[in-house]
């Protein structure tokens, strides 16, 4: 896991496990495929107290999909974006309001498709020190943050079973103080935490 004493080799060990090819590129779609309904969202990390930590948002209770649920910065792909990593910096800065100087983007994880159609890019990035957070009140309800080693120790989650359009669906749920994390937020966190683990 990433710590403190490892904090100047942040950059390499995250490129060393993180998709990067998209980073240089103005490759649109990390996956290569022509959706009609591509998305991206933006995993930041920074730290806090010596240790790392994964900001998160909770959605407006007002929004018409998945209101009042927590989420990663993102959404879909904007023609003015050019690139998909560009929609999701455009995304951070329009809900939290984090300006693109402070995301230093490093590494994408796979392209993950939601129930609703959409194929997500989830873009990790490290976020420099001094930002700040604007909350778009229309968008975002709260920003919190959750130390990513919370998230490595395998008993803060549980694997839970649903119906969904007729069918059993699997989902990851953790939660954190008052926060509930589950769906696909939770499953692209499982993802690069196997992707941090696997690598010590």
């Given at each position: 896991m990433l710590t403190i004493e490892n904090k100047d080799q942040l950059y390499l060990n995250l490129k060393k496990i993180l998709k990067t090819e998209l980073i240089p590129t103005e490759i649109w779609q990390a996956s290569g495929r022509n959706q009609t309904r591509p998305a991206a969202v933006l995993i930041p990390l920074?730290?806090?107290d010596d240790e790392l930590h994964i900001l998160l948002t909770k959605r407006s209770k007002n929004l018409k999909h998945h209101a009042g649920q927590v989420s990663f910065p993102g959404g879909g792909f904007d023609e003015s974006d050019v690139t998909i990593r560009q929609a999701a910096i455009r995304e951070t800065e329009e809900e939290i309001g984090i300006t693109?100087?402070?995301i230093e983007v490093v590494g994408y994880l796979e392209d993950l498709e939601t129930n609703s159609g959409f194929y997500v890019t989830p873009f990790v990035a490290i976020l420099k020190e001094g930002f700040k957070i604007i909350k778009n009140i229309h968008e975002v309800s709260e920003v919190f943050s959750v130390?990513?080693?919370f998230f490595s120790n395998a008993n803060n989650y549980r694997l839970q079973t649903a119906l969904y359009k007729g069918k059993k669906v699997k989902y990851y749920v953790y939660q954190y103080d008052e926060y509930t994390i589950w769906g696909?937020?939770?499953?692209i966190i499982v993802k690069l935490v196997h992707k941090l683990n696997t690598q010590h």
């Amino acid at each position: 896991m990433l710590t403190i004493e490892n904090k100047d080799q942040l950059y390499l060990n995250l490129k060393k496990i993180l998709k990067t090819e998209l980073i240089p590129t103005e490759i649109w779609q990390a996956s290569g495929r022509n959706q009609t309904r591509p998305a991206a969202v933006l995993i930041p990390l920074f730290w806090k107290d010596d240790e790392l930590h994964i900001l998160l948002t909770k959605r407006s209770k007002n929004l018409k999909h998945h209101a009042g649920q927590v989420s990663f910065p993102g959404g879909g792909f904007d023609e003015s974006d050019v690139t998909i990593r560009q929609a999701a910096i455009r995304e951070t800065e329009e809900e939290i309001g984090i300006t693109p100087q402070y995301i230093e983007v490093v590494g994408y994880l796979e392209d993950l498709e939601t129930n609703s159609g959409f194929y997500v890019t989830p873009f990790v990035a490290i976020l420099k020190e001094g930002f700040k957070i604007i909350k778009n009140i229309h968008e975002v309800s709260e920003v919190f943050s959750v130390p990513l080693s919370f998230f490595s120790n395998a008993n803060n989650y549980r694997l839970q079973t649903a119906l969904y359009k007729g069918k059993k669906v699997k989902y990851y749920v953790y939660q954190y103080d008052e926060y509930t994390i589950w769906g696909f937020t939770a499953e692209i966190i499982v993802k690069l935490v196997h992707k941090l683990n696997t690598q010590h």
